[in-house]
């Protein structure tokens, strides 16, 4: 059993190596918006305004919709593997117009091509890791997703603030280019290949991911059970009452998701930490939370399978609120004119771990895990993309906005809402999501039916 779950374990890694080039993506701008509103380091023509800046961070939030609904039309028509391959080629593309990028609209414009890479990425490899694993070693499959782009963003936070733009670049897109070749040797999900006909090719790859022809058969027969052709059409699954169920509680989280703050956090952290003025150096601090959002991820690989995924979620969300009422404390102290010492010269780091480690080790990991576990065999690829598009669209207004609402109101009412939504998350976990731990995605069904 060991040697089958091995194999697992090799493929998922391989299509997660991917999410390497994703995480640097995500962290990019933390360490370049600093390099591009500084004059000596700027390769624009002059230093990059704030307005400026919060479209470079906010647009491939919105783009990252249109990769959304991308993926809602490809994902069942060529394929998991096709889907990652052409998020690759856009990201690829984005990182060599970063490196010869002069002026602020190509940066927008690369940052743009970058969402639209994230959101096909992101719609797709958890459903691709979902469909390759068994039922025991899913959660702790799907949870590479974060492990890897954690990877990426430790490289950019960490070696990004002491190399000049234009070797940060050339990293990036090397990292892009080296990180997508191994997709091209993967199958594809032998649920895809059985929904298209090719049922040997099916068998086949379920033989090897399995070991046994005996499960394989199995699975088949789940799949034929699952594949009604009366259901498969795009509008029989939106006004089937199963789907609408799932997408209703898969769609109030990803919309939340965006209220709990991290992404804002993370990609304004070198910005967030050298407005604190601690003794820390902002460079040496991203780099050291970098790697506290990795340890986290790899935290949850090793217990999401033991613990499941609703006590994690709660735990975790509870340590966020904390975080971010730290950081709302630290920024209405010093507002009010205090001296940053003695223990609050560490509260707002301290808080930052807090909200990087349990954001990682709980949300960050286990949402897009529970998300496609909570649709059926046909709608999965049309579910997850759909409920990452209900997303988008509020977390672009979030990042757009939130540093010139942080201007206006100041940082720690800011914190302070984002503790707010963590703890309206909280509760929903706690009383409306189903556990999904060890069952199979019909026993799923059954229970949310319940």
Do not use: H
Request: net charge neutral; glycine share 8%; proline share 4%.
């Amino acid at each position: 059993m060991r040697n089958i779950y091995i194999r697992q374990y090799i493929v998922v890694f391989a299509i997660n190596l991917n999410c390497i080039s994703f995480g640097m993506g995500t962290s990019w701008p933390s360490p370049v918006l600093v390099k591009l509103a500084d004059d000596t380091e700027t390769i624009l023509t002059k230093p990059l305004e704030q307005d400026e800046g919060s479209w470079i961070v906010s647009i491939s939030f919105l783009t990252g919709a249109l990769g959304f609904m991308v993926s809602t039309a490809l994902v069942d028509f060529v394929g998991r593997k096709q889907c990652v391959i052409l998020s690759s080629a856009a990201r690829l593309a984005a990182a060599l117009l970063f490196l010869f990028a002069s002026e602020v609209w190509m940066l927008i414009f690369g940052r743009a091509i970058v969402g639209l890479s994230e959101g096909i990425l992101l719609s797709v490899i958890p459903v691709y890791a979902s469909e390759i694993a068994s039922k025991d070693i899913r959660g702790a499959l799907g949870v590479m997703l974060q492990i890897f782009s954690s990877i990426g963003s430790v490289i950019m936070l960490s070696v990004g603030p002491f190399i000049s733009y234009f070797y940060l670049n050339l990293m990036f897109t090397l990292i892009s280019l080296v990180t997508s070749v191994p997709t091209v040797f993967l199958p594809d999900s032998p649920n895809f290949l059985y929904s298209k006909g090719r049922e040997e090719e099916s068998k086949t790859v379920l033989i090897f991911l399995r070991g046994s022809e005996l499960i394989a058969d199995q699975e088949l027969k789940e799949y034929a059970r699952n594949r009604n052709a009366e259901k498969t059409t795009l509008p029989a699954i939106f006004r089937d009452k199963m789907f609408q169920k799932s997408l209703g509680k898969s769609g109030f989280m990803s919309m939340n998701l965006v209220f709990v703050g991290f992404n804002c956090v993370m990609m304004y952290l070198q910005t967030i930490l050298d407005a604190t003025q601690t003794n820390i150096r902002s460079e040496v601090a991203s780099g050291i939370i970098g790697a506290i959002n990795l340890l986290a991820s790899i935290s949850t690989l090793l217990t999401t399978d033991r613990f499941g995924r609703r006590p994690i979620l709660i735990s975790t969300l509870l340590g966020l609120i904390v975080g971010m009422v730290g950081l709302g404390v630290f920024f209405k102290v010093t507002g009010m004119g205090a001296e940053v010492s003695g223990f609050l010269n560490y509260l707002p780091l301290i808080s930052l771990i807090l909200v990087v480690f349990c954001y990682s080790g709980g949300l960050g990991s286990l949402i897009w895990v529970v998300i496609a576990e909570l649709f059926d065999d046909r709608s999965r690829g049309v579910g997850m993309a759909t409920t990452l598009l209900l997303g988008a669209v509020p977390l672009f207004l979030v990042l757009r906005y939130f540093a010139p609402l942080t201007d206006i109101w100041g940082p720690a009412p800011i914190f302070w809402a984002f503790a707010g939504f963590c703890a309206v998350m909280v509760t929903f976990v706690a009383f409306r999501l189903p556990e999904t731990k060890g069952k199979s995605f019909a026993e799923i069904q059954q229970e949310l039916g319940n």
